[in-house]
């Protein structure tokens, strides 16, 4: 960015420290003004049996406090302002597994769930603005996720149900995708008015965008609407 003639900065926090939303988007304004777009990409995961977790569950909650309390805090933070200028992108980064149940993984998928849905009730929120709010899925993305500290629960790395979800996740059928993905699809989100229509939706980075606008652009948002498509939901009868 700086070899094109603009202007970066590099702040070093603890996202989910109480405080650190407001300081990390006070140090941004002073230096660089107004935030237009946020874009929440940290992230941690837990895989472990819950029933060998211990009992005061830190671990388990820590990943709440990075996927869940931090991205809400920023967002809160640079809300005011948006609000006032009537303009501004938020995104976060969530997981295609916030849509799937899968073993060894309550903490993660679930935060990722709360996440997407909190984007969606937020939009909500804005629908009278031209505030944009959305989560978006990567695909599966080769990550340091696994390496971090806690991140797996090697104490129990033979129980079964572990070593289930590691087969899985090791597969070669499963199909990887670059991080760069994720990337030119939040730019688009950010920066083509076609995906206006697309605000608060559970956005998958592996699938063109134009059809699905196309098709949200249609009379009560077409099959997304009809099917709440790109949401998390619950079918019923």
């Avoid at 819950?50 to 909650?61: S, T």
């Avoid at 799937?100 to 804005?126: C, D, G, N, Q, R």
């Amino acid at each position: 960015m700086k070899s094109s003639n603009g202007k970066a900065i590099s702040i070093v926090a603890d996202v989910t420290a109480k405080g650190a939303a407001q300081k990390i988007v006070a140090d941004v304004e002073r230096e660089l003004g107004p935030v237009d777009i946020l874009i929440n990409n940290a992230g941690i995961s837990r895989i472990s049996p819950l029933a060998v977790e211990e009992e005061d569950m830190d671990i388990w909650w820590r990943v709440y406090e990075v996927n869940v309390r931090a991205p809400v805090s920023l967002i809160r933070a640079v809300l005011p302002s948006m609000l006032k200028r009537n303009t501004g992108v938020l995104l976060t980064t969530s997981s295609a597994v916030a849509t799937m149940s899968l073993p060894v993984m309550t903490a993660y998928s679930s935060s990722k769930a709360a996440i997407s849905k909190f984007h969606e009730s937020l939009s909500v929120e804005l629908e009278d603005t031209d505030i944009l709010s959305f989560a978006v899925h990567p695909g599966m993305v080769k990550t340091e996720l696994g390496s971090a500290e806690n991140a797996i629960n090697k104490e129990h790395i033979q129980h079964p149900a572990m070593q289930g979800f590691l087969k899985m996740a090791t597969s070669s059928e499963i199909k990887r995708q670059e991080p760069e993905l994720c990337a030119d699809t939040m730019v688009a989100l950010a920066a083509d008015t076609r995906y206006k229509v697309l605000t608060g939706h559970h956005i998958n980075a592996t699938q063109e965008l134009p059809p699905v606008a196309k098709e949200a652009e249609k009379e009560g948002k077409g099959r997304l609407g009809s099917e709440r498509l790109y949401l998390i939901t619950v079918p019923t009868l």
